[in-house]
């Protein structure tokens, strides 16, 4: 494997499920992301992770909890999600850490549906 | 906060044609970078600019870094079907923690 893999690549979830998205960086990377990508709008940082650290929580509601074991995984758990937080979920790795995120590689992305 | 004007916000155009589209904004930046995102796949990374007024190429793909700091170009040249999908610009500010602003996205569809 290589790059940025993302894991599961569609989700379908109830607003009362409990279920996790998983990252995994195969390329060395120190620093990792969550983005929200919904139609027409600009990606939205939710959190970035610099050497397992989280340096951001960008004001995302608590029913998303994020978890970084170490430096190659990165974890978006999901818990009594609404209709309105169905998107792709994109994750991204940089090198330099979260400061010096000249370039960010991505995943494919974790297409989520909440009915 | 901060915000990038990116236009147009879809293309329709005949294979052949060149395309342009633009990403501005009223703060300055000092990278940018313009992605491209194919239908199901995550955004890949085409072009980077790093300096005032820098002109990159990328294959049949050119970028500019505006002189102004406060805008960016893309440019792509006689398209093809491949070239379908959806372009982010992206700018950093260096006092701004690394933090990457995207842009909306201009949508690309090339008629064969």
């Known amino acids: 494997e290589t790059g940025v893999t993302q894991t599961p690549r569609h989700l379908v979830m109830g607003m009362t499920n409990k279920k996790s998205l998983k990252c995994e960086q195969h390329l060395g990377h120190n620093a990792m992301y969550w983005y929200k990508q919904s139609a027409k709008k600009p990606l939205e940082l939710m959190f970035v992770?610099?050497?397992?650290?989280?340096?951001e929580n960008n004001s995302v509601p608590s029913r998303f909890s994020p978890e970084c074991p170490n430096s190659s995984h990165l974890f978006l758990h999901l818990h009594t999600l609404q209709p309105e937080d169905s998107a792709l979920y994109l994750c991204?790795?940089?090198?330099?850490?979260?400061?010096?995120?000249?370039?960010?590689?991505f995943g494919a992305g974790s297409r989520l549906t909440v009915l | 906060g901060q915000q990038l004007n990116q236009s147009p916000q879809s293309m329709f155009i005949q294979e052949g044609e060149d395309v342009s589209m633009n990403c501005t904004s009223s703060?300055?930046?000092?990278?940018w970078l313009w992605y491209k995102q194919e239908p199901g796949e995550g955004p890949v990374l085409l072009i980077a600019?790093?300096?005032?007024?820098e002109l990159t190429s990328n294959g049949r793909l050119t970028a500019q870094f505006g002189i102004t700091r406060k805008d960016s170009f893309l440019n792509i040249s006689a398209s093809i079907p491949s070239d379908v999908g959806i372009y982010f610009c992206a700018g950093r500010r260096d006092n701004q923690g690394g933090k990457l602003i995207f842009g909306q996205g201009t949508e690309l569809s090339v008629k064969p």
């Open positions: 991204a790795s940089s090198q330099g850490g979260a400061s010096g995120a000249n370039v960010l590689t």
């Open positions: 703060s300055i930046f000092n990278t």
């Open positions: 600019l790093y300096k005032a007024g």
């Open positions: 992770y610099s050497l397992e650290e989280r340096v």
